[in-house]
């Protein structure tokens, strides 16, 4: 499976596929937190559920994350329920604490 990638400046995405088979974890920097980031939406079509694209999706992001020495905050609610379930994956890098912005 080929995930790229695509920095939009102010957050991003990981992407596989294309068209109507294109499968994507979004992220967003968490406020003032600049290290860390919010992983905010995960999204797989019907079509190809049930093949574990959603967690090789995660599995690359978290990998990424940490090579940029970022912690995540797992506001999607499939990347929540992987970072409960898999505390040995990802303990590493979950955080609650995302200052919003204009406060210090």
């Known amino acids: 499976m080929d995930i790229k990638h695509e920095d939009h400046g102010r957050g991003g995405l990981f992407v596989t596929g294309e068209g109507d088979q294109r499968a994507e974890l979004t992220y967003s920097p968490a406020g ?14 019907e079509s190809l559920r049930g ?3 959603a967690e090789k999706l995660l599995d690359y992001a978290v990998d990424f994350a940490r090579q940029k020495g970022k912690k995540v905050v797992p506001a999607c609610s499939y990347v929540r329920a992987q970072f409960e379930r898999h505390p040995d994956k990802y303990a590493d890098l979950a955080t609650e604490e995302a200052k919003p912005f204009g406060r210090v």
Not at 32 to 45: I, N
Request: no cysteine.
């Open 32 to 45: 003032l937190q600049q290290d860390a980031w919010v992983f905010d939406h995960t999204y797989v079509p």
């Open 51 to 53: 093949q574990g694209i």
